[in-house]
């Protein structure tokens, strides 16, 4: 069973918040769409996971472990009585070689280790339960969703750690057979007294570089037609009521300005004074939460912002 979502990244959601309202620069745009088949490899692994079962399985999804004032970011941790089990998710695919430590596709060499990442993971862990005086088994696989991709190696490190799509499902039964009572629950306990949220994605906005006004909801284009109260997508025929429309706006606020106070003016002015001064107070104070009062009060959504 889930323990917990899984969420986009910080950073994911600040590139994309931002290519709704901008043209990304190149180096943007390379960023954004590693990051999206990342998310699209993991949404995937989940799927597969709900595919077998994992009723018998206690998993921490996307999780951040802070110990040694160090961050480690966890894609699928796997708790069972016996054991612990990392999986490292990666949507690679093509033909890749792993020779000598190295990580190749045609003639690029790979940056980051997928097998030195899990591998470090694993260490956190270990360190933990050893720091606790706690005795438990930590594995650890680098798992490969997508159906295309090939591996080439001679390495037996690396052929026994990964896990490609055509033995994943099998992978996963196997993991079916460990039980879950007491002992995982303990864990999962400990493991949570060292879970954080995520990092904060920094980064400085240009607020001048953002296109204002309101956008359809559903397929993210400006080509609306307004009524009193709503808009109708001239693309995808979508309906989008004000409201809507402001909280998504607080919510692009909230994403690309972290940290900065929400205010009616600010929100106004991002939805290219669309809406009425009256019209979009009225629904900051029904669905969003105030944090200060007074004539320059500040909002913040009820929930987090992505």
Known sequence: MFLTERSKSNELKYLEALSI?????DREMKT???????Y???????????EV?????????????????????????????????INEVKNYSGLYIYDKNIWHI????????????????????????????????????VVFPDPYFMLSTEDQSCMSTVIKRDMLKTYIRGLN?????????????LLE??????????????????KRGRYCIHCKTYEIESFRGFTICRECHGRTDNAAHILRAVNDFQTLF????????????LLGDELSSATIRRHLRQHCTPESTGRFRTYALKGPAG
């Open 106 to 141: 045609g003639n690029i060499q790979i940056s980051d280790d997928p097998l030195i990442q899990v591998r470090r993971s694993s260490s956190k862990l270990i360190k933990i339960f050893r720091e606790n005086n706690v005795h438990m088994d930590v594995d650890h696989k």
């Open 53 to 85: 079962g994992h009723d018998s399985l206690h998993i921490f999804r996307d999780i951040w472990i802070k110990a040694d004032k160090s961050l480690t970011q966890i894609d699928s941790l796997i708790v069972s009585d016996d054991r612990i089990i």
């Open 258 to 269: 972290h940290g900065e106070d929400v205010t009616a003016p600010l929100i106004q002015c």
């Open 193 to 210: 007294t060292y879970t954080v949220p995520g990092p904060v994605f920094e980064q400085v906005t240009d607020f001048k570089r953002l």
């Open 40 to 50: 699209r490899g993991e949404q995937l692994y989940d799927r597969i996971l709900d």
């Open 32 to 38: 954004l769409e590693r990051l999206q088949k990342g």
């Open 21 to 25: 309202r901008t043209e990304l620069t």
């Open 177 to 189: 057979q460990h039980s879950i009572g007491r002992r995982s629950e303990q864990i999962i306990k």
